[in-house]
């Protein structure tokens, strides 16, 4: 990956509509975000899709990066997750992984299958979790989605986000606490 001092200079010339610069940004940074697009989805061409996609946002939207409000990566970053996650809402991902069934297949009911109840309640309580990271600062989502999406440690954090160490830690914590006490407020327990 490009050092990190180059990806502003990048960005603002992608801004330029300077497309030489918009390659050397997609090389430098495009492994690092399909493993973030690819973790949410967990489907190789649909994350794909979702690089292109986030990228062409990139194109066309260069010239809103702020550097004051952060590091060009976590902006990347940003613009992959949410697009990754428009595609998880979107149910697109489910419908084409479906495949069809041939009559015998649907006479047959599962016995482990949970109840049309058990669905409406874990339905609802997916909604109240999105709604409760919704509340989240940006910061602390993010920290939060690599802890647990990505699987790393406050330091790996710290890195990823270039921020101290004592930084990511805080929020971890204060996401991880204020996560928990809107879940608890929405009746869920012991998730957070």
Avoid at 101 to 107: F, T
Wanted: net charge positive.
């Amino acid at each position: 990956m490009a050092a990190a001092e180059n990806l502003p200079d990048l960005l603002a010339r992608v801004a330029l509509r300077d497309r030489q610069a918009f390659e050397r940004l997609y090389r430098a940074t495009c492994a690092h975000l399909l493993g973030v697009a690819f973790r949410i989805l967990n489907h190789r061409e649909r994350a794909e899709e979702v690089l292109q996609e986030a990228f062409m946002n990139v194109w066309h939207g260069a010239a809103g990066y702020n550097a004051s409000l952060g590091q060009p990566m976590t902006w990347l970053i940003n613009i992959v997750r949410n697009r990754a996650i428009d595609a998880l809402r979107s149910g697109a991902t489910e419908r084409a992984r479906t495949t069809p069934l041939d009559d015998d297949a649907l006479q047959v009911a599962d016995a482990n299958a949970p109840d049309p109840q058990q669905l409406l309640d874990d339905s609802l309580a997916r909604g109240r979790i999105a709604a409760c990271m919704g509340s989240l600062g940006a910061s602390q989502r993010q920290a939060l989605a690599l802890a647990y999406y990505r699987g790393l440690v406050h330091t790996d954090i710290a890195e990823a986000l270039n921020v101290p160490l004592g930084t990511a830690k805080a929020w971890v914590r204060r996401g991880l606490d204020k996560l928990r006490a809107c879940l608890e407020s929405a009746g869920i327990r012991g998730i957070a």
